[in-house]
């Protein structure tokens, strides 16, 4: 019998055959896809004619079936529907494909063909998409250190594995150091804390078989504690023990770690010709230079360290009141800050849940890509991977134009958190080829199921990478959709949140479950208030760790990462109750792989475009305006990566995004 993975798909819409594909089928189909993909490879490579744009560039962008089939089926149900098996599998996979592709990368007579390509492109007569392409290929093959001989190229094979061991761990050693520390509560310790943090804390006793509750360094435990617990000795305990992880001494410390990690990416920027490794880091983005990440970080630290120092004034003088003399600190703040929210902007999660019913706010999410697109979707009835999974099809003036999977509920089976990915990308190239797109989420089910606020807009944020992937018009696969920047990645998504605070949709759609009564302006006001709640903190915290992050990656490596770090908070005037969110021996983001290495700073740049370019519906006709809706669907979600991200927003803007929108939104100056 043919293996289903690798056999053509004779399905409505191509959509992978759930089921007929049965575990046992993922292994042999892999070995044969990476055979077919490695033979392709070798074709193209050792190809005797002269290198052309066709037989280098779009060969390379012609898509192996099998290989595409087989990952996009074993990828979603490796994530969303796990069991032991594919566990087994994923184990055995991860080191064969990351050998497979490095292959590529180091294969040195495909780099010789792509740079002959690269050489003639003025002489090429290329379209703008295809000189991106080319110029994309060329430089990630540069990247990867594929022109290096010699000495430098053995040099970077060793570096780039010591940097894939020191990443590995220094992710076990936080992990051990979160496992390792408790701290046990006495009943009389309780008071003050609510029911789901006291379940809590029972739970994590229970299984770590102690005689009580206890509090753990596991953010959804320790956090709460810190917020509610009035017992400010154990506040003051818990604190230390969580701000030391990775800093304990012994063999489980990350500080030397850390060192070594900035030392060698700044030998192997230098290797590849770059002043710094944020240099090497940032040519990629949209940001380009730490120059300009620094401008931008540095316009919203200066008013989130005014709010922040207003807000520490306030809370120490509440602290005051309670009988405590002497300053507020790091473990004072989240629980006068709660005391103060409790005041100040009551709002009651369980008043407000029975009004986000997921059907609905499903509903309002297609409705608003209905009026801003004229999208329209029709359920699909297609065996998937799992019974909860439900699919649309979308349509546009009647015309087919994506697969939409949702799949939203959480289960044991389904690893933590929410995403979008393309099952089948995009692509003109070679033949048209339109997207198959899934949102993985982890709601609560329920009869009806109902949505927290954070999980609505969860809703509404995976849904707007959807539509970059589902509006996206490009020729070739490796551009298409979300294939852009990090720093530009997020733009989509975080932007089609400020949908759902739009007061007529939540009108419409934000209904009572029990009496179709629409959520009340009193609740509504609550809700939108309680989104710029202590933004001075959560902004500092976060700004001073993007910050110290680029630091480190600039210039020579610091020896000491600790006192580089004391430097860097001195210099900037960091507030004496707030500490870094991640410290250095903790940030995993930067140091347990190189996807935020100097680019921690991208979760604030995409939020300064989302603001600055919703502001822009507002200045135009309002959220629904149809030539707003036009621009952003010409410049940068139909676009994918075909144009330069910085030159996509002038283009739908008029000008680069400023800060203006992103202060206001955080409640950072006023509105
Ligand atoms: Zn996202």
Redesign the pocket.
Known sequence: MTNPLLAPWDTAFEIAPFDQITDADFAPALDQALAQHQAWIKEIAENPEPATFANVIEALETPVQALEQVLSVFYTVAGADSNPERQALQRAFSPKLAAHFSSITANKALYTRIKQVWDQRDTLDLTAEQQRVLMLTHRGFLRGGAALEGQADARMQEIKSRLATLGTEFTQNLLADERDWQLELGEADLEGLPQFVVDAARAAGAEKGASGPVVTLSRSIITPFLQFSPRRDLRQKAFAAFAARGANGGETDNRAIAAEILSLRAERAALLGYDSFADYKLETEMAKTPAAVRGLLMDVWQPAVARANADADILAQMMHEDGINGDLEPWDWRYYAEKRRRVEHDLDEAELKPYLQLDRMIEASFACANRLFGLEFTPLDVPLYHADCRAWEVTRDGKHLAVFIGDYFARGSKRSGA??SAMRAQANFPKATSPIVINVCNFAKGEPALLSWDDARTLF??FG?ALHQMLSNVSYESISGTSVARDF??LP??LYEHWLEVPEVLREFATHAETGEAMPPELLRKVLGASTYDMGFQTVEYVASALVDLAFHEGAAPEDVMAKQTEVLAEIGMPAAITMRHATPQFAHVFSGDGYSSGYYSYMWSEVMDADAFATFEEAGGAFDPERARALETYILSTGGSVDPAELYTAFRGRLPGVEALLKGRGLVEA
């Open positions: 995403w979008c944020h995976e990478h990645v997020e998504s975080q």
